[in-house]
């Protein structure tokens, strides 16, 4: 059996900034998950629980070299007004995917909102992060996000499945 090691992610260092590594606990009542976890999510997901979503917040170029298999890709983009993106289009996201309810502008319930499960490249990368850090700002419920925090450096090199 032929067992390599991804290139993407056999770096052993990054300059920091703006690669530094992220602390353990991301956010106060974010819950940080390893790999057994991220897969009984996955189950879960598969087995029709439709309150989870698993998210890859990469931008798609990454996204294109292999992904956890059942996650939706929402680049950290997307939900980052300092990183252009429109306001309605963060409201169709929240409403839309992640099952929150708009009350008024920049307002929304959150009380029906999904479990989300966010990643990115792994304990250096800042997509997921970012991703969970505008989540918090507009106000997304802190026990209804999970953070991988090894990502797809941590999923690769075990060896996981990955789809493209």
């Given at each position: 059996m032929k067992n390599e090691v991804n290139k993407a992610f056999a770096k052993t260092s990054r300059n920091c900034p703006p690669f530094c590594i992220n602390p353990m606990q991301l956010a106060p009542g974010v819950e940080t998950l390893g790999e057994l976890e991220v897969l009984?999510?996955?189950?879960?997901?598969?087995?029709?629980?439709?309150?989870?979503?698993?998210?890859?917040?990469?931008?798609?170029?990454?996204?294109?070299?292999?992904?956890?298999?059942?996650?939706?890709?929402?680049p950290w983009t997307k939900l980052s007004i300092k990183r252009g993106a429109d306001p309605i289009t963060i409201a169709d996201i929240v409403t839309g995917q992640f099952?929150?309810?708009?009350?008024?502008?920049?307002?929304?319930?959150?009380?029906?909102?999904?479990?989300?499960?966010?990643?990115?490249?792994?304990?250096?990368?800042?997509?997921?992060?970012?991703?969970i850090r505008s989540l918090l700002?507009?106000?997304?419920?802190?026990?209804?996000?999970?953070?991988?925090?090894?990502?797809?450096?941590?999923?690769?090199?075990?060896?996981?499945?990955t789809a493209k």
């Open positions: 009984d999510y996955l189950k879960k997901m598969s087995d029709g629980d439709s309150s989870i979503l698993v998210i890859d917040s990469r931008t798609p170029d990454w996204v294109k070299k292999g992904t956890i298999p059942g996650a939706v890709n929402i099952n929150a309810r708009e009350l008024d502008d920049d307002e929304f319930d959150y009380s029906k909102a999904k479990t989300l499960v966010m990643f990115c490249n792994g304990m250096w990368c800042g997509q997921s992060p970012n991703n700002k507009m106000g997304y419920p802190a026990n209804k996000i999970k953070w991988y925090r090894g990502g797809m450096q941590n999923w690769e090199n075990l060896g996981f499945t």
